[in-house]
């Protein structure tokens, strides 16, 4: 066993960690990152990118099959879900393999191991295979451990009948029926991707409506997609157990009455929310401070109350958001290696990639009457947009928000095609603190989506050219 000496050591090798090493070595901070899995993190592996491979893959597969009105007639696509999941891992294999080189490449030294603190100095690593373990002495620790999914009673997670996101990212089969239990990100996500090959989609969702986090104007289009492309979604159901009976899973779950009602799977998708990995790494040794719900808390600069602890990602809490854990990782590499930086964001954007797209950021509209503005909102929908017509996907709109007394945009809610993408404006806007003349006034090229952002922030000052404005 040796001990190594490092001026810092960032534990967990996700979109909050490896941001953070990379930063480092380009600072010249003599650094170590350790992974106990693969590189990248949920993110990489589990999460947003295998999932959006699937999803645009399901997504280029049921347009094909809807475009005869363009009078291009496709034979019902064939799909080969086996095929499907080589060319996702293939990707997934590409950019975590990335992103060793990246971590290394900028001088930062990367350890496949298992850390624990043993003390608010020390970090012990466990090797894979026989080598013995080595112990890290830092000036420096950043923890960027992420979360992982919420079981619930009833529900054990075996990767075949009843999976977790991990396990429905596996899935090699187009099953007859799916059964979402929770109705936010994850469940809709991966729901809509079976939906579009065919499977029929039951969303339980406990409260009373999907996607709460969301504008509830954005996600009632996504719910009126779900239930036009066959779907069913139960609001207020608490899915209680299930049985196997006749080759299919039954999930029982209690409506809002106390009615007990069933409803049949092949696969069921437990996604309830995440939680925070803040133990079983020995962090009970430093004195770091883990509030009741679990997260590591820090300051302004990602500081816990051990002053050389940093934590960042979603061991910290806020959006649990990939981009959010980079942001906050590249921020502490630049404090640790002495730089003078808080963590002072206007806008972390939220993108939910269902169908239509939901994305917004900034302020929502209860939020932000909540703080004491009056609103002046503008909307503009994919229906009036020449673009939007031309790729046949009219659903939805962009709703600004802004504050009535000087125009300022406060939020900016997208629903429809692409709005992934389209957010990226409203949110550089709210960074900024923008006025919607500033959007508005902004020359957009023609024709395309963007346009429909320029327009609702015309219509929210009342000068939209392509709708009326209200009187
Ligand atoms: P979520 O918090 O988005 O949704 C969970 C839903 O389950 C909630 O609507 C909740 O009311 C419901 N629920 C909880 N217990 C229930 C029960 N017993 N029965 C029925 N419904 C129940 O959590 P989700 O979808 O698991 O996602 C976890 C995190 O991952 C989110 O915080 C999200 O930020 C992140 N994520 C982000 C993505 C993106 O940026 N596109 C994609 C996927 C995940």
Redesign the pocket.
């Known amino acids: 066993m040796a001990t190594i000496k490092k001026h810092a050591v960032v534990i967990g090798a996700g979109t909050g960690g490896y941001p953070c090493a990379i930063r480092l070595g380009q600072l010249g901070v003599d650094a170590m990152l350790v992974e106990k899995d693969k590189p990248g993190g949920v993110c990489l592996n589990w ?2 990118i295998p ?1 959006k491979a699937l999803i645009s893959a399901t997504k280029l597969a049921h347009k094909a099959s809807h475009a005869s009105k363009m009078g291009l007639k496709f034979e019902q696509p064939e799909v080969d879900m086996k095929t499907m999941q080589g060319w996702k891992s293939g990707i997934v294999k590409k950019l975590t393999g990335g992103v060793k080189s990246l971590v290394k490449g900028n001088g930062c030294e990367y350890v496949t191991a298992t850390a624990e603190f043993l003390d608010p100095h020390r970090v012990k690593l466990t090797y894979p295979g026989k080598k013995a373990d080595d112990i890290v002495e830092a000036k420096h620790f950043i923890v960027a451990t992420g ?1 992982v ?2 079981q ?1 009673p009833g529900f054990e997670i075996d990767q075949k009948r009843i999976v977790d ?1 991990t396990g429905a990212l596996e899935i090699d089969y187009i099953p007859e029926e799916m059964v979402c ?9 991966l729901g809509q991707t079976f939906q579009r090959l065919g499977t029929k989609l039951t969303v ?4 009373d409506r ?4 969301c504008d509830a104007d954005t996600a009632q289009v996504v719910a009126r997609q779900i239930k036009s492309d066959g779907g069913e979604i139960v609001t207020n ?3 209680t157990g299930w049985t196997e009976r006749d080759g299919k899973a039954w999930v029982e ?1 209690k409506t809002k009455d106390g009615e007990k009602r069933e409803v049949s799977a092949d696969v069921v998708l437990v ?4 939680r925070p990995v803040a133990s079983g790494f020995g962090l009970e040794k430093t004195g770091v401070k883990v509030s009741d719900r679990g997260f590591i808390e820090v300051d302004d600069q990602l500081r816990t109350n051990v002053p050389h602890i940093f934590a960042v990602g979603d061991v910290v809490g806020g ?4 981009h959010k854990a980079s942001h906050e990782g590249e921020l502490v590499a630049e404090i640790v290696h002495g730089k003078n930086r808080v963590n002072d964001v206007r806008s972390i954007p ?4 269902t169908e239509p797209e939901i994305a917004s950021a900034g302020l929502g509209e209860e939020e932000a009457k909540a703080a004491g503005h009056e609103l002046k909102i503008g909307k503009f929908p994919f229906a009036a947009s020449g673009r939007a017509m031309a790729i046949q996907e009219t659903t939805g709109f962009v709703k600004v928000l802004t504050d009535a007394k000087d125009n300022r945009v406060l939020g900016i809610h997208i629903v429809g095609p692409e709005a992934s993408d389209l957010i990226s404006e409203g949110s550089l806007a709210i960074e900024m603190g923008a006025f919607a003349e500033d959007i508005s006034l902004t020359i957009h090229p023609h024709p395309t989506l963007g346009e429909a952002v320029m327009e609702a922030a015309k219509h929210a000052i009342g000068e939209a050219v392509h709708v009326m404005n209200k009187s």
């Open positions: 999460g947003c999932s979360s999914p919420i619930i996101s239990i929770g109705g936010g990100i994850i469940g809709l996500e339980l969702e406990g409260l999907i996607l709460g986090a159901a608490m899915a779950f996604a309830v929310g995440r959006a649990m958001l990939a939220n993108v939910v990639f």
